[in-house]
């Protein structure tokens, strides 16, 4: 299988936002106009404030045999950010610490068992270009999304527990917890 990991672009800026009206994107992820507008200051370069949790993110598209498919969404985290109590117990000692998000955009690609390959291929792409000291990657999947959870556990994250989102965009959803390590 090729994957290909490309930071988000104005060129991709269409099909994101075309993936985020699919119905079986909306279920799970924020598609608000908040989002969307981070979306497009990340791929003109950041030259504005954000209104998206103060523009923490970066977007990449995952192209597999060269056709774009899927989004990930990566963000540092520090021990003095505000996070859940269970995500600063699970920080990396050693090195950087990511949160991951992720979807399938394309419907043609659901199904076709690629999502954990395209996770175990994303962190690895991410460990060795991106942040040789990244060591830690977090991914949060609704818990009413037994079907992410099972997807990112063969992915190799390991549930730890759950807890209560309290931002805005999710706000009183459970969550669970799910850490993958590499060394």
């Given at each position: 299988?090729?994957?290909v990991?490309?930071?988000?672009?104005?060129?991709?800026?269409?099909?994101i936002m075309?993936?985020?009206?699919k119905?079986h994107?909306?279920?799970?992820?924020?598609?608000?106009?908040?989002?969307?507008?981070?979306?497009?200051?990340?791929?003109?370069?950041?030259?504005?404030g954000?209104?998206?949790?103060?523009?923490?993110?970066?977007?990449?598209?995952?192209?597999?045999?060269?056709?774009?498919f899927?989004?990930?969404?990566t963000?540092?985290?520090?021990?003095?950010?505000?996070?859940?109590?269970?995500w600063?117990?699970?920080?990396?000692?050693?090195?950087?610490?990511?949160?991951?998000?992720?979807?399938?955009?394309?419907?043609?690609?659901?199904?076709r068992?690629?999502a954990?390959?395209?996770?175990?291929?994303?962190?690895?792409?991410?460990?060795?270009?991106?942040?040789?000291?990244?060591?830690?990657f977090?991914i949060?999947?609704?818990?009413?999304?037994?079907?992410?959870?099972?997807?990112?556990?063969?992915?190799?994250?390991?549930?730890i527990?759950?807890?209560?989102?309290?931002?805005?965009?999710?706000?009183?959803?459970?969550n669970?917890?799910?850490?993958m390590?590499?060394?």
């Open positions: 299988m090729t994957f990991f490309d930071k988000a672009s104005a060129g991709h800026l269409g099909l075309e993936w985020l009206e119905d994107v909306r279920e799970f992820w924020d598609n608000s106009q908040e989002l969307k507008d981070d979306i497009r200051i990340f791929v003109e370069g950041r030259k504005e954000s209104p998206y949790f103060g523009g923490i993110f970066d977007y990449w598209v995952g192209s597999y045999d060269a056709e774009p899927c989004l990930l969404m963000s540092y985290l520090l021990p003095q950010e505000e996070l859940p109590e269970i600063k117990d699970h920080l990396s000692t050693t090195g950087r610490s990511i949160s991951i998000d992720f979807f399938i955009g394309d419907e043609r690609y659901l199904g068992g690629l954990a390959d395209t996770l175990r291929g994303f962190v690895q792409f991410f460990h060795s270009k991106i942040e040789p000291d990244a060591d830690t977090f949060d999947p609704s818990l009413e999304n037994p079907r992410a959870q099972h997807v990112y556990a063969k992915a190799g994250f390991v549930p527990g759950t807890y209560v989102v309290k931002s805005v965009v999710f706000k009183g959803r459970e669970q917890l799910m850490v390590r590499i060394s």
